[in-house]
Each structure stands twice: as C-alpha cells, then as structure tokens.
C-alpha cells in the first residue's frame, strides 16, 4: 500500500474495467449504494484532451450517512460525503484505487461524526481488500 497524507492507494489485481465492475459489485453487495460515477476520461475527451482511464465514483451507506445528515450538529461534515473512489490506469497499464485517508483527519471531526465516518472508512476498507489482495 502506498499512503500519502490525505489519500490511500492500492493497486488492482485486475484490469480497468474489471476493476470497475468489481468495485460497484462489492459494494452494492455490501450494502452501500453507487451514486454515480465520472468518466474523467470521457469529461476530458469532449474537451479536446487525451488523457488515461480514470472514473470517480461517489458511494453512500444510507443508514450511516443519514446519523450526519440527520443531526444539526454535525451537517458541516456533509462536505466530505458521499464517499469517493477513484479508479485510474497509469502509463504502464497498472490500475489504482484511490480513496481519501480519514484517519489523520478524524480528530478535526464533531466525536459524533467521527465515530461515523471512521465506520464508514473502515467498512469500505473491508469492502475494497479482495480486489487488492
């Protein structure tokens, strides 16, 4: 695994579109919900620029989103959600899935939120590890 500060990346197993089909699978299995998802290459291609692989897909977990959503104390977390995962290919056909790492910023969190969004982030980890492994 190589961790920067604020992100986690791991290479895939897999290639890009299995990467991709693997991701939404398990994690609608797991009981989360695929928001939508950016083709930054297609965003990029219609603006006359070539550039690799790479989808954004925004999750949800609705029962642990709506304990933020829920509580006007809190709703400034909102700004982080919904959870965000990046598939991208480098030059050399390797394939990468990027996250946010929350860790080092959870204790700049309401305890309340915290506590969620350290659920969340650990639940995902779980969630992502066989396409890794």
Known sequence: METMDLFLVNESRYNFQETCSKLQEMVTSAGWRVITAHNLQETMRKNEYDVLPVIVFEVCRPNLAVQILGNNEIREVSVMMPCRLSVFEKENGNVFIS???????????????????????????????????
Do not use: D, G, T, Y
């Not at 700049?108 to 980890?125: D, G, L, T, Y």
């Open 99 to 133: 996250r946010m790492s929350l860790n080092p910023m959870l204790s700049m969190f309401p305890k309340e939120a915290s506590v969620v969004m350290s659920e969340a982030n650990q639940e995902m980890e779980v969630i992502l590890q066989p396409i890794f492994e």
